[in-house]
């Protein structure tokens, strides 16, 4: 089993969709959590961390859950800059180095 | 501007042949990480420093892959006797506590 799953997509949503994206991680132990994005040929870019409360930025909600082990970002009123592949991101515990999912692809439609 | 810079940003490369690629991350940061990502994956963490000590590497790292970071400022990541599988983008990013952030990326194409 992969230490982070994601679903690769393509999410295509249209203008104005909330859509929603989960990450399972394997590691109970886990410390911090992020949302990353990366535009194609570029670099990751923060998005948000992920918080145990939920934690909220603008049209962007991110969620944890230890008990199921899954994190979640949910996007309201996409816009078409929101395309791009969200990578979600899991710290073991007793580390710093990044555990990344594949990235899950979004594409929004005008 | 004031983010992580990698150079060079493209290298192309017959087989054989030694890499070297440089990162330097935000000024105040003590940590420094180095990632290789293909096409279609999320990037897979290579080593880290804190400062100048070099405290983690994945097995991933096989022994034609080496790191420095001398001074614990910038670092170095060469490659001896490149492969065509180390054709990839090799990722540095940097921390102070917290988040980490990228540099753009030097992309190697091994031929």
């Known amino acids: 089993r992969k230490e982070v799953e994601q679903d690769p997509g393509p999410f295509n949503v249209p203008e104005g969709a909330t859509v929603a994206f989960n990450c399972t991680y394997s590691?109970?132990?886990?410390?911090?959590f992020f949302w990353y994005r990366q535009d194609c040929r570029k670099e990751p870019k923060l998005l948000m961390s992920?918080?145990?409360s939920g934690n909220e930025d603008g049209r962007f909600t991110a969620q944890l859950n230890r008990a199921s082990q899954y994190i979640s970002l949910l996007i309201r009123d996409s816009k078409l800059s929101d395309s791009a592949t969200y990578l979600c991101?899991?710290?073991?515990?007793?580390?710093?180095?990044?555990?990344f999912g594949t990235g899950t692809r979004l594409k929004v439609l005008a | 501007d004031t983010g992580v810079s990698q150079d060079p940003r493209h290298k192309i490369t017959k087989r054989g042949q030694n890499v070297t690629f440089r990162c330097d991350p935000i000024?105040?940061?003590?940590?420094l990480y180095w990632y290789r990502q293909t096409l279609g994956q999320g990037p897979e963490f290579l080593t880290y420093?804190?400062?100048?000590?070099?405290?983690?590497k994945s097995r991933l790292l096989s022994d034609r892959f080496s790191a420095e970071r001398p001074k614990g400022s910038f670092s170095t990541l060469e490659i001896q006797r490149t492969e065509q599988g180390d054709s990839a983008m090799y990722l540095c990013?940097?921390?102070?506590?917290?988040?980490?952030?990228f540099g753009p990326g030097t992309r190697l194409t091994v031929l």
């Open positions: 990013a940097s921390s102070l506590e917290g988040a980490q952030f």
């Open positions: 420093f804190q400062n100048e000590a070099q405290l983690e």
């Open positions: 000024s105040e940061h003590n940590r």
């Open positions: 590691n109970s132990a886990s410390q911090s």
């Open positions: 991101v899991v710290t073991p515990s007793g580390t710093y180095k990044y555990i």
């Open positions: 992920v918080y145990s």
